[in-house]
């Protein structure tokens, strides 16, 4: 089934430890985004990417990197995790950046500890 | 800051009436979309609506736009329990420089009470 898919589901991590959220589509789209969800501040655009080979910053980037090697990967990188970073994270695609509908994965929730 | 905002945070009301959020924008837009999550789940796209449109049915859903106010109302008409959740509009920051990214608000949750 086509679709987008993040993993892990759930981790808990050490301060200080590094970890990467793995988020794949397979529907070919060109435009990708990482986003967190905390309660009482809804979603939040951390990294995007509009095409494979770009990305751009969101509203709350540090702390996080993102690559796009190719147009069906887009992971992204906590170097040095901190509890503030505790999320549920989810990954969404788009056929063209913002214009299109967004297709989200099922969310990773990480707890930093 | 958040690009959409929605208003209110929480709706509660009586299965069978009809529920109205609103979410409002500061940027000029070519889209606005609105989105639906369940509980623990990612966001499900319900609608889109382009910037020269000015309203938009979907089943029981119906969207408005009104760019001058830089303003949009979700109406979910004859509400059902499994309309409970929590609703998002989104709008696309169209940049000088052609970057796009899709920016989400704060969101309504919707009660529906049985």
């Known amino acids: 089934i086509a679709g987008i898919t993040q993993a892990p589901t759930s981790q808990i991590l050490a301060a200080g430890r590094r970890m990467t959220l793995r988020c794949t589509q397979d529907m070919r789209h060109n435009a990708m985004y990482w986003y967190r969800q905390d309660l009482g501040l809804g979603l939040r655009l951390i990294h995007y990417s509009n095409t494979a080979g770009t990305t751009g910053k969101g509203e709350v980037p540090d702390g996080y990197s993102v690559s796009r090697a190719n147009t069906d990967d887009f992971p992204l990188t906590l170097a040095s995790a901190v509890p503030s970073q505790t999320s549920v994270y989810f990954c969404?695609?788009?056929?063209?950046?913002?214009?299109?509908?967004?297709?989200f994965g099922q969310g990773t929730r990480l707890t930093v500890v | 800051s958040q690009q959409g905002e929605e208003d209110p945070q929480a709706l509660s009301i009586q299965e069978g009436e009809n529920a109205t959020m609103n979410c409002s924008y500061k940027t000029s837009i070519n889209n606005l979309q609105w989105y639906r999550q369940n509980s623990g789940r990612g966001l499900v796209h319900l609608i889109l609506?382009?910037?020269?449109?000015r309203e938009k049915h979907s089943g029981r859903l119906r969207v408005t736009l009104d760019t001058s106010k830089k303003s949009s109302s979700l109406l979910i008409t004859a509400s059902r329990a499994a309309d409970t959740a929590s609703y998002f509009c989104a709008t696309d920051q169209n940049r000088v420089q052609g970057a796009q990214k899709l920016v989400f608000g704060q969101g309504t949750r919707l009660t529906i009470n049985p």
């Open positions: 609506i382009r910037s020269n449109e």
């Open positions: 969404a695609s788009s056929v063209n950046p913002g214009v299109t509908e967004a297709f």
